[in-house]
């Protein structure tokens, strides 16, 4: 699912406007791309995108770290990532 990475790309980029090129692997919270303050808007744009609740309680740090993460965890079909 391209479109939901690229609005995830599209969130992070409107947040930090002077962010330059964004690696796959790149963590987003080390890096401060993505902070505590931004996490629970952060989790309802993916609810927004994939169309589904996310249960907090199966979602780890891990899971937002990265593109790559967050492809798997909430985009690729059949992961379980969200609750209807």
Same mark, same amino acid.
């Not at 002077?18 to 989790?43: C, K, N, T, Y």
């Given at each position: ?5 690229? @609005? #995830? #790309? @599209? ?5 930090? =406007?002077?962010?330059? =090129? *964004? &690696? =796959?692997? !790149?963590? *987003?919270?080390?890096?401060?791309? *993505?902070?505590?303050?931004?996490i #629970? ?7 927004e995108?994939?169309?589904?609740e996310?249960?907090?309680?199966? #979602?780890? %740090?891990? &899971? *937002?770290?990265?593109?790559? @993460?967050?492809? %798997?965890?909430?985009?690729? @079909?059949?992961?379980? !990532?969200?609750?209807?």
């Amino acid at each position: 699912m391209q479109d939901g990475i690229d @609005a #995830v #790309v @599209a969130y992070l980029r409107r947040r930090n =406007p002077e962010l330059g =090129p *964004l &690696d =796959p692997a !790149q963590d *987003l919270i080390d890096s401060r791309i *993505l902070d505590s303050l931004a996490i #629970v808007e952060f989790v309802l744009l993916i609810e927004e995108l994939t169309g589904a609740e996310i249960d907090m309680d199966t #979602v780890t %740090r891990n &899971d *937002l770290r990265t593109l790559q @993460a967050i492809e %798997r965890r909430f985009f690729t @079909a059949g992961t379980g !990532q969200a609750t209807r």
